[in-house]
């Protein structure tokens, strides 16, 4: 099984940083933020692993990550050719890397959980997706799943709701097979422009194979200064401890 992070986009709610430097080579704790979801793929057995950026990013990973090796990892790059085309667009540049099964993390995403036992269930699936949930205290904020609990499927997800049925948000935390690439195809742009993430999991819904598993522990989208600050102090506290 191969892993995906999506490390693009302009980062335009963490800017003045942003506009000199990706920000998923931002600082948290000692290694830089894109640092934490490779480590938690190579954690959970996954070494060949794909980072999708922008194509004037390319160099700076490269040259903080090199291939992967003092990672234990196997790094591969990619570019996302269309600046602003959505997640499920930056996932479409994976196709040539995918041979099976495979996660993706956006890597502004960051956790606790070991990913290991997600990554054992979902291998033994004969097909579909998963995403993994976190129980949030704003769900306004997120795309919020409505669950079927009775067998661990997801009936809805509705983007930042007015009136959320659930407190259960979709992290950045996903597990496709290989016929995501048809559905992609199939996605048209958003009223943003875009090839949205949603639109995409809503189809594997509507097929009933969208399942899900909810995080345990620690959770944060440090894609704001507020949450980049409170990742810089969490992961700070990791290691000192």
């Known amino acids: 099984m191969k892993g995906v992070i999506l490390a693009g986009g302009k980062g ?140 661990h499927s997801i009936i809805s997800i509705t983007e930042k709701p007015k009136n959320p049925v659930s407190t259960f948000c979709v992290t950045g935390i996903y597990f496709y097979d290989k016929n995501v690439f048809d559905l992609i195809e199939t996605l048209q742009p958003s009223s943003r422009g875009e090839l949205e993430i949603t639109d995409l999991n809503n189809l594997y819904i509507c097929r009933n194979e969208l399942k899900y598993n909810i995080l345990k522990g620690w959770w944060q989208d440090a894609g704001t200064h507020k949450s980049l600050f409170e990742a810089n102090k969490h992961f700070f506290d990791k290691e000192t401890k």
């Open 12 to 151: 335009t709610r963490l800017e003045p940083f942003t506009k000199i430097i990706n920000k998923h080579l931002l600082p948290v704790g000692s290694h830089p933020m894109i640092y934490w979801p490779i480590i938690s793929l190579v954690r959970a057995g996954i070494e060949d692993i794909l980072i999708i950026t922008n194509e004037e990013d390319v160099n700076e990973f490269k040259t903080v990550f090199g291939n992967g090796k003092d990672l234990q990892a196997r790094l591969s790059f990619a570019v996302q050719k269309e600046s602003g085309g959505g997640i499920a667009n930056a996932i479409k540049c994976a196709k040539d890397f995918i041979d099976d099964k495979f996660i993706v993390l956006l890597g502004d995403n960051l956790f606790d959980d070991d990913l290991k036992p997600y990554v054992e269930e979902y291998k033994g699936e004969k097909k579909g997706a998963k995403v993994l949930l976190k129980d949030v205290k704003d769900p306004e904020r997120y795309g919020i799943a409505m669950l079927n609990e009775s067998n």
